[in-house]
């Protein structure tokens, strides 16, 4: 079974800064999706960015951007510029890409933007 | 915004009586989750479908139960609802008719209290 470890419950960076959370994951799958999402106090849950296993070039998009580590199985997500609409929940994830639909999730890490 | 909507939203109720929360999407997607979330847990997936009348168990699925009778709605029972079974429940939908791109749309989340 597939399983997610994000081993930072909270953090917290001011305005303006650069903050990286850190994602690592298990499995014996070659190809599958990682996904970075974030739930602000909304609760709602929104795509942040996403990246396919089998590319070794790391997805970024806008201010986020990953640096996907396949032998490592580490997928950590950097914000630059935080801006204090990043205050949220982080949740990484992790999909097979075939055979099972099922998306695992961490456990979260908890991102608070100083002003 | 994915068209996809859970009721209800808020609701609270007694140990050992029965509720089902309803998922309903226009997108004809075809893969549709029930997940719930729990602090310190993230999300756990209780049960998905892959398709109408078909569906399959998650992690967390004993006291749970869903059915799927049509593409749009996907409805989730807590036979006997307890106490432990107070979270946050999100329904979650990906995949048009015939591709999975990986990428999940959640609804607002039902907020279910168990006294």
């Known amino acids: 079974a597939q399983t997610v470890t994000q081993s930072q419950p909270e953090m917290s960076v001011q305005e303006a800064e650069t903050v990286t959370l850190s994602c690592t994951y298990d499995?014996?799958?070659?190809?599958?999706?990682l996904f970075w999402y974030k739930q602000p106090p909304s609760r709602q849950m929104i795509l942040v960015i996403r990246q396919e296993a089998y590319k070794q070039q790391n997805a970024t998009e806008n201010r986020f951007s990953v640096n996907f580590q396949k032998a490592a199985k580490s997928f950590s997500l950097k914000i630059s510029d935080s801006q204090l609409g990043d205050t949220a929940m982080y949740f990484c994830a992790f999909m097979k890409h075939a055979g099972s639909e099922k998306l695992v999730f961490g456990k979260g890490t908890k991102l608070t933007v100083n002003p | 915004d994915a068209g996809i909507t859970q009721s209800p939203r808020h609701k609270v109720t007694e140990t050992g009586t029965p509720v089902t929360l309803r998922c309903h999407q226009t997108e004809n997607h075809r893969y549709m989750y029930w997940y719930r979330q729990d602090p310190g847990h993230g999300l756990r997936l209780i049960h998905y479908s892959y398709g109408v009348k078909d569906t399959d168990k998650g992690e967390v699925s004993d006291g749970y139960s869903v059915s799927r009778s049509k593409t749009e709605d996907f409805l989730l029972t807590l036979e006997s609802a307890t106490s432990s079974q107070t979270s946050v429940y999100f329904c979650?939908?990906?995949?048009?008719?015939?591709?999975?791109?990986?990428?999940?749309?959640f609804g607002e989340g039902s907020r279910l209290t168990v006294l």
């Open positions: 499995t014996s799958e070659s190809n599958y999706y």
């Open positions: 979650a939908i990906s995949g048009r008719a015939s591709a999975n791109t990986g990428e999940l749309f």
